[in-house]
């Protein structure tokens, strides 16, 4: 059975930083695609990043771009989520993402999810 476990969330001050991790157990995701999405209270399921299997591209969102950084380690099979001088609109419950091969924006395409991390930024 695959699973997801996200960790590194918390509350911190605006332009303050946060590194968030996903460990995946039960499946080898070297070769798949993982994302980031977040959820803030009221509003749809957002895409934050995701990273290809070997590493070499990455999609973003214009509203991360340059303060957040998405990465992996394949050989701990986790993918974390650097985010760098938060603010206050970053609040949300972040999920991880998996899905076997291309990169894709749109959550109908993972299949696979963690439970959440909240990041709360306060101003």
């Known amino acids: 059975q695959v699973h997801l476990v996200e960790s590194g969330g918390g509350l911190v001050e605006a332009g303050g930083s946060l590194r968030l991790s996903c460990a995946a157990s039960?499946?080898?995701?070297?070769?798949?695609?993982m994302g980031w999405f977040r959820q803030a209270p009221g509003e749809e399921r957002e895409f934050v990043a995701a990273l290809s299997g070997s590493g070499s591209s990455a999609v973003d969102v214009d509203s991360v771009k340059d303060r957040f950084t998405i990465s992996r380690d394949n050989a701990k099979n986790t993918v974390y989520l650097q985010m760098n001088n938060l603010e206050p609109e970053d609040t949300a419950v972040y999920y991880c993402?998996?899905?076997?091969?291309?990169?894709?924006?749109?959550?109908?395409?993972?299949?696979?999810w963690g439970q959440g991390t909240q990041v709360t930024v306060s101003s």
């Open positions: 993402a998996a899905k076997i091969g291309a990169l894709a924006t749109s959550s109908r395409w993972y299949t696979y």
């Open positions: 039960g499946r080898t995701f070297t070769s798949d695609t």
